[in-house]
């Protein structure tokens, strides 16, 4: 069992950054595949980002690719989103995911646990 906690989430300005968090509880954290998503209001759950088991395979949207950046500290039980250059349409909620596994995804029923979510909201 993990449960997984975002934050990191706001409002911010057309242009900007945020780092989103995502902190996993349990001991085996570093068994994971790691997932971001994100669901705007009316549309359905989308994949953002997602990284292996050490990091070192990542796979991005092609909505983020050269804005975001996923990485993760196992040590920390914990996984990261940075985003830049943000736009009014990365508007939405954005939700960690652990996959039990070693094959990548981006869908997102394959994924084992959710965060609860924390909100982006770009202005232009």
């Known amino acids: 069992q993990v449960q997984l906690v975002e934050s990191g989430g706001g409002l911010v300005q057309a242009g900007g950054s945020l780092r989103l968090s995502c902190a996993a509880s349990g001991r085996t954290f570093s068994s994971y595949l790691m997932g971001w998503f994100r669901q705007a209001p009316g549309k359905e759950r989308e994949f953002v980002a997602s990284i292996s088991f050490s990091g070192g395979r990542t796979t991005y949207a092609d909505s983020g690719k050269g804005r975001f950046t996923i990485y993760r500290d196992n040590a920390a039980n914990s996984v990261y989103l940075h985003m830049n250059s943000l736009k009014p349409e990365d508007t939405a909620v954005y939700y960690c995911?652990?996959?039990?596994?070693?094959?990548?995804?981006?869908?997102?029923?394959?994924?084992?646990?959710w965060g609860q979510g924390t909100q982006v909201t770009v202005s232009s």
């Open positions: 995911a652990a996959k039990l596994g070693v094959v990548p995804t981006t869908t997102a029923n394959l994924y084992d646990y």
